[in-house]
């Protein structure tokens, strides 16, 4: 796979120039797995986002420009600027990647309608259920249906291995937690279907196929990159107080979201001290 637009895009850096980075922050190696930490915390508790990988990528540029201008005070509330080097490296994976799915859209182009309309219907049924499940989690509970049912891991139409491990993962899930089931509405009935779909879809070319690839890999990096706003929109809260403007800049780059509008009306909102 062609490695040109990581890069042109992020210029590789030394094992000794990463150590060069403030006494006590992370170098961007350590602060990109605390991201993707992060990140798993986040779908275990059934939080998830619905938005473009690409636009991440490219606001995740903007974003670390302007918070490595303000990284000394950043810097003393716990952002060190190896966060930003490693969001820079995760935004030029996920150019990667998606440079890598047209050829899952060949594959897909070679199906039949049947198996085409097969495909859509499974991961509509597993797309559901998931919604469902997590509008009835919450808390610790939340990280648990998460991992049985699945939630967080890839789910593309175009790619039958993840629609047949979302449907096998919610038939699981709800055997494993079977109150978090009944509060989502997920009946027998429904589960019936489940797994008839599932067993329908494992006859398609792919369904067996390994589900390490560049769906997984950008979903994990665009998951890390949005733990990454998070961890920015926090940590500028404080440490830009002295500077609404530059603050109300920073937040402006940061992709929208209902939890981040809400968090920002707080904050506008609030008396100044």
Do not use: W
Request: proline share 4%; net charge neutral; glycine share 6%.
């Amino acid at each position: 796979m062609a490695r040109s637009s990581r890069e042109s895009a992020v210029k590789p850096r030394s094992a000794s120039g990463e150590g060069k980075t403030l006494r006590n922050g992370k170098a961007a190696a350590d602060a990109r797995q605390d991201l993707i930490d992060r990140a798993s915390r986040n779908r275990d508790g059934a939080s998830g986002s619905r938005t473009d990988p690409l636009a991440d990528a490219q606001a995740a540029r903007r974003v670390a420009e302007l918070a490595q201008a303000h990284s000394a005070e950043l810097a003393r509330r716990g952002l060190s600027a190896g966060y930003n080097d490693a969001a820079l490296r995760l935004a030029a994976e996920i150019e990667d990647h998606l440079q890598a799915l047209p050829a899952a859209a060949v594959t897909a182009r070679g199906r039949s309608v049947d198996e085409a309309d097969l495909l859509a219907e499974a991961a509509a049924a597993a797309q559901n259920a998931r919604e469902a499940v997590q509008r009835v989690t919450r808390g610790a509970d939340g990280r648990r249906a998460a991992r049985a049912f699945g939630l967080g891991e890839p789910l593309s139409v175009r790619q039958p291995q993840h629609v047949l491990r979302a449907l096998q993962s919610i038939v699981d899930g709800a055997k494993a937690c079977p109150e978090v089931a009944s509060d989502a509405g997920l009946i027998g009935e429904d589960l019936q279907t489940m797994r008839d779909l599932a067993a329908e879809v494992q006859k398609l070319p792919g369904a067996g196929a390994p589900l390490n690839d560049e769906v997984r890999s950008l979903t994990e990096a665009q998951a890390a990159l949005r733990a990454y706003f998070d961890l920015v929109a926090a940590k500028a809260t404080m440490a830009l107080t002295a500077d609404p403007e530059e603050r109300a800049r920073l937040f402006s780059l940061l992709p929208r979201s209902e939890d981040r509008r809400h968090a920002r009306r707080s904050a506008e909102q609030a008396p100044a001290a």
